[in-house]
Nanobody, 124 residues
């Protein structure tokens, strides 16, 4: 059974950094688009970043451009989200998602597989 497991969340001060990881289990996710989504307290889940199967093509939400970097290691079935210059508004649950597609997907409805989420809290 396919499964995505996030890790790396925690508490960080504003201006600090965190690196999230998403490990995929159950089958190879090499040919998938993998993405990260953020759900702030009391708000809808929103797109953060996505990366094509080739590890080259990426998309970012405007709010994280220049601060966050998505990457992947296909050999280890793992994706990462490096978050720098973090802000209090980055607080929330971060979800990893994957879908078999040759495109870079930015809408949550396009994703089939989801992790359980990892909590990130940025203190001011």
């Amino acid at each position: 059974q396919e499964q995505l497991v996030e890790s790396g969340g925690g508490l960080v001060q504003a201006g600090g950094s965190l690196r999230l990881a998403c490990a995929a289990f159950g089958r190879s996710f090499i040919s998938t688009c993998m993405g990260w989504f953020h759900q702030a307290p009391g708000k809808e889940r929103e797109f953060v970043a996505a990366i094509k199967w080739n590890g080259v093509n990426t998309e970012y939400a405007d709010s994280v451009k220049g601060r966050f970097t998505i990457s992947r290691e296909n050999a280890n079935n793992t994706a990462f989200l490096q978050m720098n210059s973090m802000k209090p508004e980055d607080t929330g649950v971060y979800y990893c998602a994957a879908s078999y597609s040759g495109l870079v997907l930015t809408h949550e409805d396009d994703y089939v597989y989801w992790g359980q989420g990892t909590q990130v809290t940025v203190s001011s």
